[in-house]
């Protein structure tokens, strides 16, 4: 069965500092991964997402995420911290192939950003 | 595109009572997903639908839950009887061919 963890439920930064945001995963395929950003009283936006190709991917907002298959991680970072990125973040998973389109969510991480 | 549209945005009712959540996914898109979200569970995948045909829907909880699509443009979700166990964020999502899903804001129901 696949599955997302992401570690920590809650982190806290100051604005400008660096974001991190954890994502480990378990897929016996190759996985899509994606990170999904809520703000307050919103639906999920998409931040970015890793199919094929480069491991490295670039979102908006500034976001990126790197897959690293021998890690089963897909962690998402952000140089410096802006107030406007305080949301709550899901990491999911999608297996690639095929026509099953579901989507396996972590817990999500909220991100609290200090002025 | 006005994007996924859900309604109501809020529903209060009474323990016993009959709730219909309703959903209209974006034009084109084939795929729709119903996922409740809730503190304790996060984010839960309900069902899904493939060209208006239920693919998947081993997330529903219990036979209290229906979900219907009669067309490209529309889907309901119902419960029937509700209880308070129910209250939780209700999402609508749409995509297009597996694609990236698009979500609507969600009807944030509570059940008395």
């Known amino acids: 069965a696949q599955s997302v963890t992401q570690l920590g439920s809650h982190v806290s930064v100051s604005e400008g500092a660096l974001v991190l945001l954890r994502c480990n995963y378990s897929?016996?395929?190759?996985?899509?991964l994606f990170w999904y950003v809520q703000y307050p009283n919103q639906g999920l936006q998409l931040l970015l997402k890793?199919?094929?190709?480069?491991?490295l991917v670039k979102g908006i907002n500034g976001f990126e995420a790197e897959f690293k298959k021998s890690e089963t991680s897909f962690h998402l970072t952000k140089p410096s911290a802006h107030m406007s990125d305080a949301a709550e973040y899901f990491c999911?998973?999608?297996?690639?192939?095929?026509?099953?389109?579901?989507?396996?969510f972590g817990k999500g991480t909220l991100l609290t950003v200090n002025p | 595109d006005a994007g996924v549209i859900q309604s109501p945005r809020h529903e209060v009712t009474e323990m016993g009572q009959e709730v219909t959540l309703r959903c209209k996914p974006i034009?084109?898109?084939?795929?729709l997903f119903w996922y409740r979200q809730t503190m304790m569970r996060g984010l839960e995948l309900l069902i899904y639908?493939?060209?208006?045909?239920?693919?998947?829907d081993s997330g529903m909880p219990e036979d209290r839950f229906s979900a219907k699509m009669p067309n490209a443009s529309f889907s309901t979700l119902k419960i029937q009887p509700s209880e308070p166990r129910d209250s939780a964020v209700y999402f609508c999502?749409?995509?297009?061919?597996?694609?990236?899903?698009?979500f609507g804001p969600g009807t944030r129901l509570t059940v008395l």
């Open positions: 999502a749409s995509s297009l061919e597996g694609s990236e899903q698009f």
């Open positions: 639908f493939n060209n208006n045909v239920p693919i998947d």
């Open positions: 034009s084109g898109h084939n795929s």
């Open positions: 999911a998973l999608e297996n690639s192939g095929g026509s099953n389109y579901k989507l396996t």
């Open positions: 897929s016996s395929v190759p996985p899509y």
């Open positions: 890793y199919t094929t190709g480069a491991t």
